[in-house]
C-alpha cells in the first residue's frame, strides 16, 4: 500500500454493472474490470481500492443511478466527484466509445481536475424535491388531459361559449354535455374521468407539499421569495427544490449561468458575437424563472396577493422585493420601447430576477423569516 500517493479512479455506472479504471498519482491508466451494483460488490470494490493507497479520488458520471454510490463511497471515506456529462472533455473526431474507454477518460479527466462537479443534495433535499418533481409532474398531466378534452370537443365542433379553464362553471358544462353516438360518449368519459383522476391526484400530493414544507430548512426561504411579483407556492418550492443550497454560488453570476440564462458567446480577437442563451443546468428552474419574469411586463405596483404575502415578513426583504419590482419592471419597458422581441426581453428580465432571488433567498435565510409567516 502506497501510503503517500492518491489514487484516482473513474467509473462508468450502469443499471446492471459498473466498470471502474484507475491510476496511481501520475502512473498509466489501467481498467480494474467490471463489476455488479449489489452492496456486496460495491463493498468488495471499496476494500480493493482501499488497499491501493490511502488517498482515494473517486468519479463518475451524473445520471439516471442516482447518487445512491456517491453516498455509499463518502460514508467509506472516499473523495467522490460526480460529474457533468455535457462538460466532459472530448477529442474532436473521436468516434469510439465504450465503457472501459469511458472510465479510463474520466480516470484521466479527474487527475488532470478538468472536471466540473454536480450539486449533490442531502437525503432530506432530495426527498422533498422528489415531492415537488411528483406535484408538478401531476400538474403537467392535469394540464395535458385538459388539452386532450378540448381538442377532442373541438374535433366535433362543440364550443363552450365561456371561459375554458377549468373552472366551477366549465366543469358543470362538461358534467351535462353528451354526444348522441354511444361510442363517442364513451370516448368523451373517459376523457372527463382522466381529468378528475389528475386533479385528485394534485390534491393528494398538494396537501402533503403543504404540510412538509413548512418543517424544510429552506423554507424562510420559500415565504422571502413569495415576497417577489410573479413568485408564488410553485415557483418558490420548484426553485428551491431544484437548485438546493444557494449559498454554493458566491455570487449572483454563477446562479445565472447554472441556471442556463446568460448569452452565448463565440468571440476571436476583437469581434464580439452573442447568441441565443446557453440553455445549460435544470430546465425546469429556468421555465420556472422565465414564466415568473413575464409579471414584470405590467407597471410595478403591491396587489393584495403581494399584500397578504408581506405579513410576517421582515421589511428588509420586502423593501428588497419591491426595489426589484421598480427594476425589472423599468427593464422590459426600455427593451420594449427599442424594439426588443417579447421573449427576448422576458429573457433579459429573468436573468436579473435570478439575481435577486439570489440575493433575497439568502437575506431570508439570514434573518430567519418566521414560520409562522403567510404563504399563498
Not at 278 to 294: D, F, M, P, Q, V
Not at 325 to 343: D, F, H
Request: glycine fraction near 8%.
Amino acid at each position: 500500500m502506497e501510503h503517500d500517493s492518491t489514487l484516482y479512479v473513474g467509473l462508468d455506472v450502469h443499471k446492471e454493472s459498473i466498470t471502474a479504471a484507475y491510476a496511481i498519482d501520475m502512473g498509466e491508466v489501467e481498467l480494474l474490470g467490471k463489476i455488479g451494483t449489489t452492496t456486496t460488490d460495491i463493498d468488495r470494490l471499496c476494500k480493493r481500492l482501499q488497499s491501493k493507497a490511502r488517498r482515494v479520488c473517486i468519479v463518475y458520471e451524473a445520471g439516471p443511478c442516482g447518487y445512491d454510490l456517491y453516498r455509499r463511497l463518502v460514508d467509506e471515506g472516499f473523495e467522490c466527484m460526480v460529474c457533468a456529462p455535457s462538460l466532459i472533455p472530448k477529442k474532436p473526431g473521436e468516434r469510439v466509445k465504450t465503457d472501459r474507454r469511458d472510465a479510463v477518460k474520466l480516470t484521466r479527466a479527474l487527475r488532470a481536475g478538468d472536471l466540473s462537479a454536480v450539486y449533490v443534495p442531502g437525503v432530506e433535499d432530495e426527498a422533498f424535491r422528489d415531492l415537488a418533481r411528483a406535484w408538478v409532474s401531476a400538474k403537467e398531466d392535469l394540464k395535458q388531459a385538459r388539452q386532450r378534452l378540448k381538442s377532442f370537443l373541438l374535433c366535433h365542433g362543440v364550443r363552450y361559449d365561456g371561459k375554458a379553464d377549468g373552472g366551477p362553471a366549465h366543469r358543470h358544462w362538461v358534467h351535462g354535455y353528451s354526444f348522441g353516438s354511444e361510442w363517442q360518449q364513451m370516448a368523451f368519459e373517459e376523457h372527463r374521468r382522466t381529468i378528475e383522476d389528475r386533479q385528485a391526484q394534485c390534491m393528494r400530493l398538494e396537501t402533503p407539499l403543504r404540510d412538509a414544507v413548512v418543517s424544510w430548512r429552506f423554507y424562510p426561504a420559500v415565504l422571502g421569495l413569495q415576497a417577489m411579483r410573479g413568485v408564488q407556492l410553485t415557483t418558490a418550492v420548484g426553485m428551491l427544490a431544484e437548485v438546493g443550497e444557494l449559498a454554493r454560488f458566491e455570487h449572483p453570476r454563477q446562479l445565472i449561468a447554472w441556471l442556463g440564462v446568460t448569452p452565448s458567446e463565440h468571440s476571436s480577437g476583437d469581434k464580439r458575437r452573442q447568441g441565443s442563451i446557453t440553455k445549460t443546468g435544470n430546465s425546469y428552474a429556468r421555465k420556472l424563472l422565465i414564466e415568473a419574469a413575464w409579471s414584470y411586463r405590467h407597471p410595478a405596483r403591491l396587489s393584495l396577493d403581494i399584500r397578504r404575502r408581506h405579513e410576517g415578513i421582515p421589511k428588509a426583504i420586502v423593501d428588497r422585493a419591491w426595489e426589484a419590482q421598480l427594476r425589472l419592471c423599468r427593464r422590459y419597458r426600455k427593451l420594449s420601447l427599442r424594439g426588443k422581441n417579447v421573449n427576448i426581453a422576458a429573457v433579459a428580465v429573468a436573468r436579473e430576477l435570478a439575481g435577486f432571488i439570489w440575493d433575497i433567498s439568502r437575506l431570508a435565510m439570514a434573518l430567519a423569516v418566521p414560520r409562522d409567516a403567510r404563504y399563498a
